[in-house]
């Protein structure tokens, strides 16, 4: 296609990487200027710059189930404010909306428009997770049933009218947070990470002229779309389908929510329905359709343009089937704040449905990603604390290698231990890989964590969510399962006591220790094809044990010197292969 005033390719790929320059900036903005260290240590945030249309031209590195989301909150700002001529320069809006543009109401969105001459030519955006926003309990309840119980929702509220801070919705805010210093400090935070990216995208713009950075923006969209479509091609085309499911929905602990994906692949586009899921429920496992959205497209980029840094360009040919009564297409004043499970899972069902087809591209399940937990009580003073905490576990095993060993996602990290000990009266007592977590393949699992807090101090509870029992992460391609997540309780006598994968306020006593112990990954391809001697070696590192090496593997190991026994491996091997192809065989009658 000609345009007038198009650059040169050079030119272009300047633009294109001068933006994500000014994303990454924003980035570090954000980060270092942030009071809840969720933010400034474990990176629950995301930011970027988008064109007048609300459009992505670059996202900092950061949460990928981020990657698609924020221009869902720009657009339902337009939708609230009578359209895109309502924004006036200066302006800054806030939007937690769970059921138009973000996962709960603790992932507030904050959007500044950016104007030149007078004219609206694109927004800077940044999207940040804040602690606690009021609700009926401190940091989000996974039992809530309805909205009203998990904070405060700020739908299309303008901060800043015309470049002047409206000190009423700080007040507000103020009065219906439990830890006002942090929020109002994280407000500040993405202020200033939304200023510098007005700043830094009205350079580049100035530099070049408006019509040719348009011009450029939409070559660099369009470059995007063709590296993905490129890509869809070298999947076969066919229709393919995969499930797995959520323990509960928090409230009725004894029903499993079902998350099934068929998954249609033709020449041009990829279509992913999710109406085999399950149906509304009374607890708060719901995600809207915009978010829901958002990640079914990050799932497709890992699967098809992974290095490419994201653009609006590289989701033109997907499109996703929502049912109207559906856990992914949350309805006012349905709970939302854990909805991330099926999200989560959502990811692993899409993946492991495309196994067949692209069996070079697709891992097996991970631990499932967001295990949040909030330990809580009160300082001396009187004051709230939150400890924070998503930890790591195992992701699924790939094509060519073993998953990762107690992995985060995205740019997510894992809060220090000193930090924690030194602001919040715990203490680690235990932190390690999770023996024989991993799930057994030809290439393993990743291992899970065992991460154990020890009670300092009276008056502490605590929210926790580790989904996964019930269905645990599964393999591929005749990988095995991973055993879930676990919570446990142990007292200081040893008594050990496992509670349900989610809970809301549940109290601990001084000398008591809260054991987070999370999954491992899923395998990929069948335990018996692992070369005997990595399985000896993960048997001397501790990773797996000599009795899962023996009757999984396969792999006899001489625990002398944790050699492999050759001859009594080989019988092992024959015995598993022809119980597992016996087990392979359709039932049928037999006549006399």
Known sequence: ????????????????????????????????TAYNYIINEGQDFSVGLFNELGETLAQAPGLPEFVCDIPSAIHSIIDDIGGIGSFDEGDIYLTNDPYANTFHVHDVNLIKPVFLAGDLIGFSCARAHWHDLGGASGAGSMQATEVFQEGVILRSVRLYRAGQLNEDILRIIRENTRLPDGVLGDI???VGACKIGEQRYLEIVERFGVSRFQSASQQILENGERQAREALARIPNGIFEAETCLDNDGIDLERPLPVKVVVTVDDDSINIDVGG?????????????????????????????????????????????????????????????PGFFALEALIDVIKRALAEA?????????????????????????SIFFLADTEGGGWGGKPFEDGENAMLFGDVRITPVELLESK???????????????GPGRWRGGLGVIKDYLCLAPG???NAGLDRQVCPPQGVLGGGSAPGNRIVIKDADGTETVLPSKVTDYPVDPGQTISFQTAGG???????????????HDVRLGLVSSRQARSVYGVAINEANNSVILNETKRLRQSLNANQRTDSLPQTAVCS
């Open 1 to 32: 296609m000609n345009r007038p005033n198009a650059l040169d390719p050079v030119s272009i790929e300047i633009v294109r990487n001068a933006l994500i320059s000014a994303a990454v900036e924003m980035s570090i903005v954000l980060k270092r």
């Open 188 to 190: 500040r935070a993405q």
């Open 424 to 438: 919040y009266p715990v203490r680690l007592t235990q932190y390690r890989l999770r023996p024989d977590s991993g």
């Open 358 to 382: 692209i069996p070079d591209r697709v891992n097996a399940d991970d631990y499932g990603k967001c295990t949040p937990a909030h330990i809580k009580g009160s300082y001396p003073d009187g």
């Open 460 to 462: 502490v509870n605590f």
């Open 277 to 337: 899921s399950a149906a509304w429920c009374a607890g708060p496992m719901h995600a809207n359709k915009n978010t829901t959205t958002s990640i079914c497209r990050m799932v497709f980029k890992m699967l098809t343009t992974p290095t490419e840094p994201a653009n609006e360009g590289h989701f033109r040919m997907v499109s996703v089937t929502i049912p109207d009564e559906c856990i992914f297409n949350a309805k006012r004043p349905q709970g939302t704040w």
């Open 522 to 536: 899923g395998g990929y391809a069948s335990p018996t094809e692992r070369d005997p001697d990595l399985v000896a």
